[in-house]
């Protein structure tokens, strides 16, 4: 099993729906997670993290986390064609970061 | 400021010859990272440099060697590539788990 698991992609959603993301994590130890947005040909830049459980928002984004379940996801709501990138989940550890291998989203016009 | 900054964006390469991938944070981060990102594969962690002076293999260590040169600077050695070291190859420092990226470097060997 691998550490990081992300749901299969590519996902595509209409503008203006919400997309769902989800992300399951083996080391229970994780503590920090972190959600990363990577444009075609780009690096990756985080949008999110969140350190509990529980929901977290910002702007249209919202986080969610549950330990118990070794779960973390990320919804984007009224999708616009500018979220269409890759996203990785990331799970924190002592100095290093697990990613998974990414969704890609794509929101059509 | 600059971020994290490497160099060359773009190299071609030889079977079996060697090239440094350059990387360098004005952040003042003591933590900095080398992955490399196939297809499909996400980002795998080669080496990393928890602070200036040591530094520790990742996931993917073979074939490749690091040098933390001071606590700006954080380099990245192939001795002999190989086919198999074509990627995209990303640098990122970081602070309080929050990692910055450099723009990447395109490695073909052919």
């Known amino acids: 099993q691998k550490e990081v698991e992300q749901n299969s992609g590519p996902l595509s959603v209409p503008e203006g729906a919400i997309a769902s993301l989800n992300c399951t994590y083996s080391d229970r130890g994780s503590q920090s997670f972190f959600w990363y947005r990577q444009y075609s040909g780009k690096s990756p830049e985080l949008i999110m993290f969140i350190y509990s459980n529980g929901d977290k928002e910002d702007g249209r984004f919202t986080a969610q986390l549950n330990k118990a379940s070794q779960y973390v996801s990320l919804l984007i709501r009224d999708s616009q064609p500018s979220d269409s990138a890759t996203y990785l989940c990331?799970?924190?550890?002592?100095?290093?970061?697990?990613f998974g291998a990414g969704t890609t989203v794509t929101v059509r016009a | 400021n600059a971020g994290v900054t490497q160099t060359p964006k773009f190299q071609v390469l030889k079977t079996g010859q060697s090239m440094t991938l350059q990387c360098a944070q004005d952040?003042?981060?003591?933590?900095m990272y080398w992955y490399r990102q196939d297809p499909g594969m996400g980002l795998r962690l080669i080496y990393y440099s928890a602070s200036e002076g040591t530094t520790d293999k990742g996931e993917v260590p073979n074939g490749y060697n690091v040098s933390r040169l001071n606590k700006r600077e954080f380099s990245l050695r192939l001795e002999s590539a190989a086919p198999s070291q074509t990627s995209v190859y990303f640098c990122a420092s970081m602070a309080k788990n929050i990692q910055y990226f450099g723009a990447g470097t395109r490695l073909s060997v052919l």
């Open positions: 990331a799970p924190g550890g002592d100095y290093k970061l697990s």
């Open positions: 952040m003042n981060h003591n933590s």
